[in-house]
């Protein structure tokens, strides 16, 4: 989650959501090749400096600055949803139940699938409770 409000899409890449991670990357560079306007970007010419990058930042409109804000917001949200999911789902396989349908599992068959539901199971070495 963390690595998400640094950068978006940071978070789902160490989540290993590669697609996800690249769609927050791209919606980021979309979205300021989109709102901010070329007046806000410092001439190619000049060295970037950090008081470049502060005069830059404070040249954004309130609406591009809200806008990067809500993506970085959303981003957050979204990689803490896909960690906490993951952890249920770890937490579920560990205890012996499916995590999609809740169906006790049998430890010693040692199957890649639920027989219940027919879902996949990520985690072949936690349900073994290894």
């Known amino acids: 989650m963390l690595l998400s409000a ?3 899409g940071l978070g789902h890449v160490y989540l290993r959501e590669w697609v996800r991670g690249l769609l927050w990357f791209g919606l980021v560079i979309a979205t300021v090749s989109f709102v901010i306007p ?3 970007i410092p001439p190619t010419e000049s060295d970037l400096t950090l008081d470049a990058v502060v005069a830059a930042s404070q040249a954004l409109p309130t609406a591009a600055t809200l806008a ?3 993506i970085v917001v959303c981003s957050v949200a979204d990689a803490y949803r896909l960690a906490a999911l993951g952890n249920r789902r770890a937490e579920a396989i560990s ?3 499916c995590p999609h349908c809740g ?4 430890a010693e068959l040692d199957l890649d699938f639920c027989p219940w539901c027919t879902a996949r199971l990520d985690d072949r070495q936690s349900r073994a409770g290894n």
């Open 68 to 70: 990067l804000f809500g």
């Open 95 to 97: 205890g012996g139940r």
């Open 6 to 8: 640094v950068y978006p």
């Open 103 to 106: 169906h006790d599992m049998d």
């Open 38 to 40: 070329t007046a806000a």
